[in-house]
């Protein structure tokens, strides 16, 4: 059941695929408890000048930092150019939307790079997030040594990620909901078979918790500290440079 690298090897052309309906799924199969981890993710950040949002997708994580005063500037990196068209197309919309008054997004830049090999000087950045990223890296210390690298001394990074319930019957439920109800509603609304069955196999072979904290210190970081979110199913990390 572990995805195999071929998947993680195109996992760009798999959210091309998806793009069009990654929102609207990530809300409705979540409740939209996806929007609370985020804001939780983005309220344990430092208010920083220029973030580096890494597998920034369509965006929900930058534009949330924007509306909480966390970020001046953001460039955010991702291997499917289709997420990013989407991220780019909401933050444009949002210039005329009614609150554009009280949120200003203008300063965000898409570049489309690896997360392992990223095309920046070192200490680059005042910090470094990511949300339901890193589990799809084809090497994950490779991806947090990268991030280490980019980032300025005494800056943070903010890691948010899917983990595995330690509740047995929590996980009962999570078992169920994530091998049959998401895949098959994943690809009712996708039309795409594999997408959503990647999902789940991707998030049980996954490390969290302690063992995910022991990779960000393999990576040069210190401070670590991690934050599970609605009975364990996904966990915030935090870390210094
Ligand atoms: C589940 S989405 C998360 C998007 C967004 N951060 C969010 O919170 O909704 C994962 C994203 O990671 C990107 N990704 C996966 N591996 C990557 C890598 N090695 N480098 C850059 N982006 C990557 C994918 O293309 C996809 O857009």
New binding site residues.
Partial sequence: MHPNMEE?QH??QL?DRIAGT?DGL?HGLSLNI?RLW?RKTVALMQPSQHVL?????????TIEMFRRHKAEQVTG????DQ?MAIGQKKITNHHGSADRQKLQITNVKFVH????SMPFEDASFDAVT????CR???NLDE?LREMYRVLKPGGQVTI?EFSYPSNRLVRACYDIYFTRVLPLIGRIVSRDKTAYTYLNKSVKSFCWGEAFVQHLHDAGFSNEHFTPLTFGIATIYTAIK
């Fill in positions: 993680k996992i760009g959210f990654y990530n996806d985020r949002d890494v597998a920034i997708g369509t965006a929900d994580l990196i991702d291997l499917s997420m790079a690896n997360a392992q990511c949300a339901f990223g799809n890296f084809s991806g948010l």
